[in-house]
């Protein structure tokens, strides 16, 4: 199983980001795929969330209207657009999928199965 997170950068406060993650070695269109941040010196929260089909996504409130997830089955990619950048966006993203049933719901850490390892996004104020 891999889970490979591109796209991070440095980019100025209010600019955009895409973030993608490509998965390879397990039945991808079988699963939910999360993406996670982990600011330095900050234990790792919850961002956003995809089921399976992509039909429903949920998002932690501090990036809810900002971000947006998305995935393309057919190429195994899930993505994280990023807008509205704010200087606390700071942090590594992780991407992860996220078995039926598994762990105590989407914005637990422990609800997800394997873990990329991680992107850096730097936002400037």
């Known amino acids: 199983v891999q889970l490979q997170a591109s796209g991070g950068g440095l980019v100025q406060a209010g600019g955009s980001l895409r973030l993608s993650c490509a998965a390879s070695g397990f039945a991808f269109g079988d699963y939910g795929m999360g993406w996670f941040r982990q600011a330095s010196g900050k234990e790792r929260e919850f961002v956003a969330t995809?089921?399976?089909?992509?039909?429903?996504?949920y998002y932690a409130d501090s990036v809810n209207g900002r971000f947006t997830i998305s995935r393309d089955n057919a190429k195994r990619m899930v993505y994280l657009q990023m807008r509205a950048l704010k200087a606390e966006d700071t942090a590594v993203y992780y991407c992860?999928?996220?078995?039926?049933?598994w762990g105590l719901g989407y914005t637990q850490s422990t609800s997800y199965r394997h873990w990329g390892q991680g992107t850096l996004v730097t936002v400037s104020s």
């Open positions: 995809v089921t399976w089909s992509g039909s429903s996504t």
């Open positions: 992860a999928d996220r078995p039926a049933g």
